[in-house]
């Protein structure tokens, strides 16, 4: 049975070789790896680096890691841990490598790009293969606002499946192994917030029209949806996953553009 926590515990040996070796780790780097769990990939990862910081919230599983010079254990929920002052408080940067719960997948992925970007060189992580798809997945069916966030923040690489029968207990699900590389400058023009606060309202309508699901926010911002549609120059008939990040960019804009409130 599985832990309390939805966790399932890594146990095939070539999945453990190939995100180890996609890790790409060099003796000098610095890892973090949230969720441990029972260990299968911390002592390699400890072999290859100079330092790691696994961050575990069940303190039974987090006592029985093993003990090296070059490992800490931190007991914390990585929700709640302030990432700027503990990775921070080392020089050089981090990798992030991790086989993540399915069910704080996003919070946890949303919490590495917002306030970890800036000390972050990379992460691979493991996380359910449909949830991999979405965020690969830009202006096609399966895309969502998620998707944009992360790309946004992030550069997007599948990298291999992963079947059920690698963990213990076999989840329903299959699983894949992807890496986020934080882009140091984002290639957006339009503020964050305002960004993801039109993908987000798009998408609570997907199957609505733009024209219909933006009027309510562009009524809240005090702006001509008209107007914003020309200078965009796109049609207000599209639905959220025909537009590109680029597109809902350049709409973000024009919505504040034709604003008469100024910035939010």
């Not at 992460?123 to 359910?128: L, S, T």
Request: proline share 8%.
């Amino acid at each position: 049975m599985p832990r309390p926590l939805g966790q399932h515990f890594l146990k095939n040996k070539e999945i453990i070789r190939k995100i180890i070796e996609a890790a790409q780790l060099q003796p000098s780097d610095q890892v973090l790896e949230i969720g441990p769990g029972e260990g299968a990939i911390t002592g390699l990862l400890a072999q290859n680096a100079q330092k790691v910081l696994a961050v575990e919230l069940d303190e039974h599983l987090a006592d029985n890691l093993p003990s090296l010079p070059n490992l800490k254990v931190l007991k914390a929920n990585f929700l709640n841990i302030n990432l700027a002052e503990i990775l921070g408080s080392s020089p050089g940067k981090w990798k992030v490598v991790a086989n993540l719960p399915y069910y704080i997948t996003s919070p946890i992925i949303e919490k590495l790009l917002i306030e970890g970007s800036p000390f972050i060189e990379s992460m691979v992580i493991m996380i359910q293969k449909e949830v991999a798809d979405r965020i690969k997945a830009l202006a096609c069916r399966e895309t969502g606002a998620f998707s944009y966030f992360v790309n946004y923040y992030a550069q997007v690489e599948m990298l291999f499946k992963v079947k059920p029968g690698s963990f213990n207990p076999p989840p329903q699900v299959d699983s894949a192994v992807i890496r986020l590389t934080p882009r140091l400058l984002p290639e957006i023009e339009a503020p964050a917030d305002l960004l993801f606060k039109v993908t987000r309202t798009a998408f609570s309508a997907r199957r609505k029209t733009l024209r219909k699901s933006l009027q309510p926010l562009a009524q809240s911002m005090n702006s001509d949806l008209d107007r914003a549609f020309q200078k965009a120059n796109i049609p207000g008939e599209k639905r959220p996953e025909e537009l590109t990040l680029l597109d809902f960019s350049h709409l973000a804009t024009a919505l504040q553009e034709t604003s008469n409130i100024g910035d939010l």
